[in-house]
Structure formats: structure tokens, C-alpha cells
């Protein structure tokens, strides 16, 4: 379990439309855990190693990166969160809970 499997699985997100296409239908049909749990249970579906932590800390790095601080109840909430650099480091860029940096209602963060 590393921060190299989070950015291996954002990597391979944002290549494969495929696997993006799985991980939001995942996503659909566990609705009911939060957005990281969701990208976590998903990513070890397919063979990718990192926990729910390792995603928070990422997501934790790279808003400070971007000049923001989220706290733990942030991270829980966040509707896209994880570990993909969809949008140059901003804190929706590292989230992998909907996976594409999209939350569930298909933008990322309500943008």
C-alpha cells in the first residue's frame, strides 16, 4: 500500500475511459459508502494498493499545494475526492472518490 498505487490509479483513470467508465458505474452502485471508500474498494478490485488514508492524505497534500486546508470532515464530504490530477493540483484534482474528479452530479466539486 502506497501513495505511488494512488498516483498510479489516477494516472491510469485519467488514460483509460474504460476503467472511468467502470469506477463510475462502481460508484452508482455503492452509493451508500463515502466518495473515498468507493475509489478505494474499487482501485482493489483492480489490483491497486492504498487505503482510504493514503487517499486523504494526497487529497490533504495537494489542497495545501493549492493554498487550501480541508478538514478531516471535508475529506469525508468530498463528492469526487481521491487521487487523480484532473485539473492541474487543485484539491478536486486528487480525490478518487467518483474518480474522474467528477462528483455524482458529474462535475467536479459543483464546477
Known amino acids: 500500500m502506497s501513495m505511488s498505487e494512488c498516483e498510479r490509479f489516477v494516472a491510469d483513470l485519467q488514460s483509460n475511459e474504460a476503467l472511468r467508465a467502470e469506477a463510475e458505474k462502481h460508484a452508482a452502485e455503492r452509493h451508500h459508502e463515502t466518495p473515498i471508500a468507493r475509489a478505494v474498494s474499487f482501485a482493489a478490485s483492480k489490483g491497486y494498493a492504498f487505503t482510504a488514508d493514503e487517499a486523504k492524505e494526497r487529497i490533504k497534500a495537494k489542497a495545501k ?46 464546477r
Open 65 to 110: 499545494a493549492a493554498g487550501k486546508t480541508l478538514t478531516d470532515a471535508e475529506l469525508d464530504g468530498l463528492a469526487g475526492a481521491g487521487c487523480h490530477a484532473r485539473d492541474g493540483g487543485s484539491p478536486s484534482s486528487c480525490h478518487p472518490g467518483t474518480y474522474a474528479g467528477r462528483n455524482d452530479r458529474g462535475s467536479c466539486h459543483g
